[in-house]
Nanobody
């Protein structure tokens, strides 16, 4: 069982930056961030694998968001730069624990990000 706790959400003006953090209580194979805006489907935006050697991004955030991992702290970060109003959503941290395949089986409670124009 892995417990995930997110932090770092808030309100910011367009063009600003925020950094989200997610602390995992146990070992994971991969971790990622997803978001869901009102009336829209949940969108996977960034994934990182154990050791931080591989990271993947959705086209909607590529070049603006960076996912990173501190293995010593069991923490994954999402640095969000050049934020846009369309980035407004509830952001969720997720973790996959099955080696060899990244399938999320644990989820955080979410943290709200609001970007005003």
């Amino acid at each position: 069982q892995v417990h995930l706790v997110e932090s770092g959400g808030g309100s910011v003006q367009a063009g600003g930056s925020l950094r989200l953090s997610c602390v995992a209580s146990g070992n994971t194979y991969c971790m990622g961030w997803l978001r869901q805006a009102p009336g829209k489907e949940r969108e996977g935006i960034a994934t990182i694998f154990l050791g931080g050697s591989r990271a993947f991004y959705a086209d909607s955030v590529k070049g603006r968001f960076t996912i990173s991992q501190d293995n010593a702290k069991n923490t994954v970060y999402l640095q969000m730069n050049s934020l846009k109003p369309e980035d407004t959503a509830n952001y969720y941290c997720a973790a996959g624990t099955r080696p060899g395949v990244c399938v999320y089986n644990f989820w955080g409670q979410g943290t709200q990000v609001t970007v005003s124009s």
